[in-house]
């Protein structure tokens, strides 16, 4: 392999981007040329609000070629478009061979979500007084443990179990993603969890993490979802929770409890007023600007 590094303005990644892409390379990536500088800038946008950027100011791309020569082809051909006059090439250089399965494996650790349950990826060791684990690899449902929201959501499920001893019931995750909260329920001793997701392919994700988890739990779409349940968990975001207040409520039993997370801080007294003709809803747990809410 073979490396292509640009610098670009924000106003010529795209396209030069698309055009190092046709011109041969098999993968771009992007990053800020600014970083780990004073010039450094977050690019994320809020959940629901428009990117605010689609680049950095300053951005790096760096253009993976299977041989030398396409790459130095490629670079020839760039630097004839008029397109790339504000941009200019850092070089071309050999990258060497590496396990790439490996390396990636070992940007993931055991997360902890209490001192006696971790969510373990399937290549690590249980940490040293792991008393409750989930096995699950990061992939392409959301839900492996590492945003606060999953963590909130599952730190509830086991303090109310292990360390309230109360008990879940039975159990609805309402957008199970990759499943992560219905096997926490299911192995905190739900007697029976039922997990639906819009996104059929969540449910397969769901499906092979439960059978990893040897978790026997019902998930599918959300027509799979009927009746009432003593727990009904939904880890979504705000907009659609709001939407769904009055089928979530519908799912909760007499004395049942609900459990939402998605929610910015700022977020959660609007969801307070939505759900209000249903049930009273109150923040449980804050994590990096996160809510969790719960009846």
């Given at each position: 392999?073979?490396?292509?590094?640009?610098?670009?303005?924000?106003?010529?990644?795209?396209?030069?981007?698309?055009?190092?892409?046709?011109?041969?390379?098999?993968?771009?990536?992007?990053?800020?040329?600014?970083?780990?500088?004073?010039?450094?800038?977050?690019?994320?946008?809020?959940?629901?609000?428009?990117?605010?950027?689609?680049?950095?100011?300053?951005?790096?791309?760096?253009?993976?070629?299977?041989?030398?020569?396409?790459?130095?082809?490629?670079?020839?051909?760039?630097?004839?478009?008029?397109?790339?006059?504000?941009?200019?090439?850092?070089?071309?250089?050999?990258?060497?061979?590496?396990?790439?399965?490996?390396?990636?494996?070992?940007?993931?650790?055991?997360?902890?979500?209490?001192?006696?349950?971790?969510?373990?990826?399937?290549?690590?060791?249980?940490?040293?007084?792991?008393?409750?684990?989930?096995?699950?690899?990061?992939?392409?449902?959301?839900?492996?443990?590492?945003?606060?929201?999953?963590?909130?959501?599952?730190?509830?499920?086991?303090?109310?179990?292990?360390?309230?001893?109360?008990?879940?019931?039975?159990?609805?995750?309402?957008?199970?993603?990759?499943?992560?909260?219905?096997?926490?329920?299911?192995?905190?001793?739900?007697?029976?969890?039922?997990?639906?997701?819009?996104?059929?392919?969540?449910?397969?994700?769901?499906?092979?993490?439960?059978?990893?988890?040897?978790?026997?739990?019902?998930?599918?779409?959300?027509?799979?979802?009927?009746?009432?349940?003593?727990?009904?968990?939904?880890?979504?975001?705000?907009?659609?929770?709001?939407?769904?207040?009055p089928l979530l409520c519908g799912h909760i039993a007499h004395n049942g409890h609900l459990v939402l997370a998605g929610i910015l801080e700022r977020q959660a007294?609007?969801?307070?007023?939505?759900?209000?003709?249903?049930?009273?809803?109150?923040?449980?747990?804050?994590?990096?600007g996160w809510v969790l809410m719960t009846t």
């Amino acid at each position: 392999m073979f490396e292509l590094c640009l610098l670009c303005p924000e106003t010529a990644v795209d396209i030069v981007s698309d055009a190092v892409m046709e011109l041969g390379a098999v993968s771009v990536s992007v990053e800020d040329a600014d970083a780990g500088t004073a010039a450094e800038r977050a690019l994320f946008g809020e959940p629901n609000m428009p990117m605010p950027h689609t680049a950095w100011a300053h951005s790096r791309l760096n253009a993976l070629f299977l041989d030398g020569l396409s790459a130095n082809q490629a670079l020839s051909t760039l630097t004839l478009q008029d397109f790339f006059s504000s941009s200019h090439a850092l070089g071309v250089c050999a990258v060497p061979e590496q396990d790439w399965v490996r390396l990636t494996q070992s940007q993931f650790a055991p997360v902890r979500v209490t001192d006696s349950f971790f969510i373990v990826p399937t290549w690590c060791e249980p940490p040293l007084g792991a008393q409750q684990i989930i096995r699950l690899d990061p992939g392409l449902a959301f839900g492996t443990g590492t945003h606060p929201t999953t963590l909130m959501c599952l730190r509830w499920i086991a303090n109310r179990t292990a360390n309230e001893g109360l008990p879940l019931g039975a159990t609805l995750d309402y957008g199970c993603g990759s499943g992560i909260l219905a096997i926490a329920a299911h192995k905190f001793g739900a007697p029976s969890v039922c997990g639906v997701d819009i996104d059929p392919a969540a449910v397969t994700a769901a499906q092979d993490n439960a059978r990893a988890n040897n978790a026997d739990i019902q998930l599918g779409l959300p027509t799979l979802a009927t009746g009432k349940y003593d727990t009904v968990l939904a880890n979504i975001l705000a907009s659609p929770l709001k939407v769904l207040a009055p089928l979530l409520c519908g799912h909760i039993a007499h004395n049942g409890h609900l459990v939402l997370a998605g929610i910015l801080e700022r977020q959660a007294q609007e969801l307070k007023d939505a759900y209000a003709p249903y049930v009273t809803l109150k923040v449980a747990d804050i994590m990096d600007g996160w809510v969790l809410m719960t009846t």
